[in-house]
């Protein structure tokens, strides 16, 4: 196709240049829509029908137009490119902002995640492995009630098997045992 640098074409005419220089697929409404949206040159002559110059327009057609152009404009045909160009997502496990809530992927991930945790325990409770804290902490108590006992009582059963220690020994020992369990309970605390 022949035509002269600084001739107006219509939209199809601009499209068949197009197609014959570039070997790609344009239609006259594609040409059309892309001269709407500001993409390529258009003659201020006049608005409808579109007019385009042929100097200009498969230099800028190449230099704007990627050549997905058409199947991204198409509705219905997934874009992999706006994919690609979107901000990368928060990784799962890095904190939020305050004011800033989860995604909604993230929400339903942190749900499902701590329902199979609550499932879990719920079959642990019922198969005898799991205790409820009040029944540890009580037995705890007692296990720890029944050493002391047992502690202190060494004194006293010190001075039994061993007939020749005086009572001043059997306190003195009575004494350290005590320190003993005051240095436990102490560490205990911390």
Not at 93 to 98: G, I, N, S, T
Not at 114 to 135: T, V
Not at 136 to 147: D, H, K, M, Y
Not at 180 to 187: C, D, G, I
């Amino acid at each position: 196709m022949t035509v002269a640098t600084d001739q107006l074409l219509s939209a199809g005419k601009g499209s068949e240049l197009i197609r014959a220089k570039t070997g790609r697929s344009c239609t006259r409404q594609n040409l059309e829509k892309l001269c709407k949206q500001g993409k390529l040159p258009r003659s201020t002559a006049s608005a409808a029908p579109v007019r385009v110059r042929a100097a200009l327009l498969v230099d800028e057609y190449l230099a704007n137009i990627d050549q997905r152009q058409a199947v991204r404009d198409k509705p219905g045909v997934r874009d992999d490119t706006a994919r690609a160009s979107a901000p990368p997502q928060r990784p799962p496990d890095e904190p939020l902002a305050d004011d800033e809530l989860p995604s909604y992927t993230i929400s339903q991930q942190r749900k499902a995640f701590e329902q199979a945790n609550l499932l879990e325990l719920e079959r642990k409770q019922k198969e005898g492995q799991l205790l409820e804290r009040k029944d540890v902490e009580r037995a705890w108590a007692n296990t720890i009630g029944r050493v002391k006992s047992r502690i202190l009582a060494t004194a006293s059963a010190a001075k039994q098997r061993i007939p020749h220690l005086d009572p001043e020994e059997v306190e003195i020992l009575k004494d350290m045992l005590r320190e003993a369990l005051f240095e436990l309970a102490a560490e205990g605390e911390r």
